[in-house]
Every structure is written in C-alpha cells, then in structure tokens.
C-alpha cells in the first residue's frame, strides 16, 4: 500500500554543517509533496510544499525537490543554525487529489544544532 | 488572527472515563482534520470535517470515537470509555478551502490515561 519512509533520528549537527534528511513515499499517482516542522512546544507549521514533478520548494534556506523517478522529497540546507533545531515531517498527500489537509506524517526526525 | 486554538493542551483521564478534545479553527476556515500522534510515530490522519458535515472518517477507529464540528462552536473529539492505548498527541489543522490550500494545526492536546 501507500507509504511514507523518512529517514530516523536523532540528527544531531554543529552549526554550520550541511543536513539532509532522506524521504521516499509509494503511492500510485503523483501526490503533492510537503515538509512540516515543529518548533519546541509549538504546532506544526508547513515549511515547504511541491505539487510536481521538478518542482522545488524552498524556505528558509531549506529545500526539497520532487523526484518523480525515486519517489523521493529529500530536505536539504547548506548551513544549519541552532534557531533550526526542531522535528522534521516528510507529509506527502497520498490520499490523491489537491487536498492539504489529509496527509500521510513520516515518523519526524528531531534535528538538534550545538554552536 | 490567532492561529488554531487546541484545548485542553494537557488532559488526564482514568480508565472508562470520557475525553473531550476542542479545537477551534481559524477565523474563517470551515475545515477541519483531526490527527493522532502515538509515542514513537508519526501523526495519522483521523477525521476531516466541514461544518457541520463528517467528509472522511477513514481514520477513525470503529469504537468509542467520535467527532463533530457544529455550526456555531469549535470541532469536538470526543472518546468514550477511554483505554490506556488511547494515551496520545491529538492535533487539529483547519484550512479555509477543501483543496490547493496549506492547512494549519494547532499545538496539540496530550492526552494521558492512567
């Protein structure tokens, strides 16, 4: 069935360094593709997001690009900060369609960044 | 605009008792999707509503969960008889269309049954 694999945790990086974090999904079509992250005692809040293939979404330094031909919706940044330290949700919209709403959660990867 | 209000952000429950979770949307959003989070994974999607309406309860275990979301007042999920297995993170997101539109959640309500 469908599925969402995000790569474990803990990450844990100096300031500075380069991150990745490894997300692969099945699913029959071509869903929309999302990252979310959680701050510390804070709700989820949408970080970046691709509808097709190609597509890259982007903020914050963070990106992601959509890789029809792996599956995959890889987050990258070049230089991490301390201020990034948070959990990371790979979201892809597995049910189909143009919802937002109904998404398949990754496990999360808590990322920690020491000075 | 505040953003998706959750309450109670922490509730303890004994074993039988009933829970009771609020979630109020944004100001002007009429969806609302209902996630729970258990102890070492990911959030899974449970109920999506739109005023007044249940669109998708696919997520919903079969017993003792339910959801409404009024025309006036804040989404309710509300489990009865609740088991230790229902121990918790319950989020709530809103958005103000169905599709094409990013979805807001709240902080969360922690739920604990002893």
């Known amino acids: 069935g469908d599925s969402v694999t995000q790569m474990e945790g803990p990450v844990t990086l100096s300031e500075e360094a380069f991150l990745t974090i490894n997300c692969t999904y099945t699913?029959?079509?071509?869903?929309?593709l999302f990252w979310y992250v959680q701050y510390p005692g804070e709700g989820l809040q949408l970080l970046l997001k691709?509808?097709?293939?190609?597509d890259k979404g982007s903020n914050k330094g963070f990106e992601a690009t959509y890789r029809k031909e792996t599956t995959s919706f890889h987050l990258e940044k070049g230089s991490v900060q301390v201020s990034d330290s948070a959990v990371y949700f790979c979201?892809?919209?597995?049910?189909?369609?143009?919802?937002?709403?109904?998404?398949?959660f990754g496990q999360g990867t808590i990322l920690t960044v020491h000075p | 605009n505040a953003g998706v209000m959750q309450n109670p952000r922490h509730l303890v429950r004994r074993r039988g008792q009933e829970a009771r979770l609020r979630c109020s949307p944004m100001k002007g959003h009429s969806h609302v999707y209902w996630y729970r989070q258990l102890p070492e994974e990911g959030l899974k999607f449970m109920v999506y509503?739109?005023?007044?309406?249940?669109?998708?309860e696919s997520g919903m275990p079969k017993e003792r969960f339910s959801a409404e979301f009024p025309k006036e007042g804040p989404s309710i999920l509300r489990i009865q008889q609740v088991v230790r297995g229902d121990s918790a993170a319950y989020f709530c997101?809103?958005?103000?269309?169905?599709?094409?539109?990013?979805?807001?959640f709240g902080q969360g309500t922690r739920l604990t049954v002893v």
């Open positions: 691709a509808t097709k293939a190609d």
């Open positions: 979201a892809p919209n597995l049910a189909g369609g143009t919802s937002y709403g109904k998404l398949t």
């Open positions: 997101a809103s958005s103000v269309q169905a599709t094409n539109t990013e979805a807001f």
């Open positions: 509503l739109q005023k007044e309406n249940i669109i998708d």
């Open positions: 699913a029959t079509g071509y869903p929309s």
